[in-house]
């Protein structure tokens, strides 16, 4: 597998984080559930959400392929300590700030959820936040509805795991590692959105292992790709004012295969990215800067707007359309400034990583060699 160049693919996630901001704060701010503006809004919000996936294949793919050649049938610790550390200090922050705001929907300042449905805010509930575990009725639920693809985002890192396992494990360890892969699939396979994150998922772990290949490479690299790209992005654009739009997103077979389907151009996409040294790649690279608080700021924006949205209309501040409009400029302001002050605490997985290592090689879990110098 061979190495790539991360700038532009970082600004692609930076770039995809901002467009699923925007898109759930076009919806708070203007937009009826139902309406084609909500439908166009919820349409590039899972466009935004599709590619993470994918990027997520690409980069597991060379993260384990890295791992696998230094650690051999060993690498399942260093895995999961780079995930963990990664993924659980911003999602602890997300779910003590969607707790937050949930106190305070519960003790006077109603909230302008999507659904207006109650919610827990029990230690039961806070333990299944924390755990990506939680259920309807929960306050994560509830409030923080963008969380759904990053409980599939840790099923997609399992799968890999098991998948990876099977290819390089030992002896029994790889029937083991296959069985489990294919019991994770097959008991998610009626859930929703799980076949569609997998193939997603898989297509850019793909690019990412046989980027070698020049076929490929030339595809990527072709002039037509990006283009194309695009116009199968953008096609179901042209029936946002059908109505059911929203729900077929999510319900009809043939939708939810096109969208599985995507996952094919977006990956070779993805690899002329990593690969290129054209104008998109430099453009997308500008915005690679962004990333350092990208994470943070998906899990965390949703909360934060509905507060800044939900305040509004509690206090009667703001009226009209120019009010709505301040209003929304200022739920993106408030959740891009408090992402980035808070992804300097908590989206720093080498300290993170650090620590849970030398936890583990005192607990005698990992070896020593395991640990990162850096």
């Given at each position: 597998?061979?190495?790539?160049?991360?700038?532009?693919?970082?600004?692609?996630?930076?770039?995809?984080?901002?467009?699923?901001?925007?898109?759930?704060?076009?919806?708070?701010?203007?937009?009826?559930?139902?309406?084609?503006?909500?439908?166009?809004?919820?349409?590039?919000?899972?466009?935004?959400?599709?590619a993470f996936f994918s990027l997520s294949g690409f980069v597991i793919a060379t993260s384990l392929g890295r791992l696998i050649a230094s650690e051999g049938s060993r690498?399942?610790?260093?895995?999961?300590?780079?995930?963990?550390?990664r993924i659980w200090p911003p999602l602890v922050l997300a779910i003590l700030v969607t707790f937050g705001i949930g106190w305070l929907g519960q003790?006077?300042?109603?909230?302008?959820?999507?659904?207006?449905?109650?919610?827990?805010?029990?230690?039961?509930?806070?333990?299944?936040?924390?755990?990506?575990?939680?259920?309807?009725?929960?306050?994560?639920?509830?409030?923080?509805?963008?969380?759904?693809?990053?409980?599939?985002?840790?099923?997609?890192y399992a799968v890999a795991a098991f998948a990876a396992l099977a290819l390089a494990g030992r002896g029994?360890?790889?029937?083991?590692?296959?069985?489990?892969?294919?019991?994770?699939?097959?008991?998610?396979?009626?859930?929703?959105?799980?076949?569609?994150?997998?193939?997603?998922?898989?297509?850019?772990?793909?690019?990412?292992?046989?980027?070698?290949?020049?076929?490929l490479l030339r595809i990527a690299g072709s002039r037509w790709i990006a283009p194309a790209t695009l116009m199968l992005l953008a096609l179901p654009l042209a029936f946002v004012?059908?109505?059911?739009?929203?729900?077929?997103?999510?319900?009809?077979?043939?939708?939810?295969?096109?969208?599985?389907?995507?996952?094919?151009?977006?990956?070779?996409?993805?690899?002329?990215?990593?690969?290129?040294?054209?104008?998109?790649?430099r453009l997308f690279a500008r915005s690679a800067f962004a990333a350092s608080f990208s994470y943070t700021l998906y899990v965390i924006h949703v909360p934060v707007m509905t507060l800044v949205f939900s305040l509004r209309a509690h206090l009667n501040l703001a009226p009209g359309l120019a009010g709505t409009v301040a209003t929304l400029l200022a739920a993106l302001a408030v959740a891009e400034i408090v992402s980035y002050?808070?992804?300097?605490?908590?989206?720093?997985?080498?300290?993170?990583?650090?620590?849970?290592?030398?936890?583990?090689?005192a607990t005698g879990v990992a070896r020593p060699a395991l640990a990162p110098t850096a």
């Amino acid at each position: 597998m061979r190495g790539y160049r991360y700038e532009a693919l970082d600004g692609v996630r930076a770039l995809a984080a901002q467009v699923v901001l925007v898109s759930h704060g076009l919806g708070m701010a203007f937009f009826p559930v139902h309406s084609p503006g909500s439908a166009a809004a919820e349409w590039f919000g899972r466009l935004a959400v599709m590619a993470f996936f994918s990027l997520s294949g690409f980069v597991i793919a060379t993260s384990l392929g890295r791992l696998i050649a230094s650690e051999g049938s060993r690498f399942a610790v260093p895995y999961a300590v780079h995930r963990i550390a990664r993924i659980w200090p911003p999602l602890v922050l997300a779910i003590l700030v969607t707790f937050g705001i949930g106190w305070l929907g519960q003790n006077g300042l109603p909230l302008l959820t999507k659904t207006g449905d109650p919610y827990r805010l029990d230690l039961v509930a806070f333990l299944r936040g924390i755990t990506l575990t939680f259920a309807p009725g929960d306050a994560t639920f509830v409030i923080d509805r963008a969380l759904w693809s990053l409980r599939q985002e840790v099923y997609l890192y399992a799968v890999a795991a098991f998948a990876a396992l099977a290819l390089a494990g030992r002896g029994p360890w790889r029937f083991i590692g296959g069985a489990m892969a294919l019991t994770l699939v097959a008991v998610t396979a009626e859930r929703f959105f799980y076949l569609q994150s997998l193939a997603l998922f898989c297509a850019g772990a793909a690019a990412a292992h046989f980027g070698a290949d020049a076929r490929l490479l030339r595809i990527a690299g072709s002039r037509w790709i990006a283009p194309a790209t695009l116009m199968l992005l953008a096609l179901p654009l042209a029936f946002v004012g059908a109505p059911g739009f929203i729900d077929a997103m999510s319900e009809s077979r043939l939708f939810l295969g096109y969208q599985a389907v995507l996952g094919l151009p977006v990956a070779v996409c993805l690899l002329g990215l990593a690969t290129g040294d054209g104008a998109a790649g430099r453009l997308f690279a500008r915005s690679a800067f962004a990333a350092s608080f990208s994470y943070t700021l998906y899990v965390i924006h949703v909360p934060v707007m509905t507060l800044v949205f939900s305040l509004r209309a509690h206090l009667n501040l703001a009226p009209g359309l120019a009010g709505t409009v301040a209003t929304l400029l200022a739920a993106l302001a408030v959740a891009e400034i408090v992402s980035y002050a808070a992804a300097l605490v908590v989206e720093r997985p080498r300290v993170f990583r650090k620590l849970l290592f030398r936890l583990l090689t005192a607990t005698g879990v990992a070896r020593p060699a395991l640990a990162p110098t850096a």
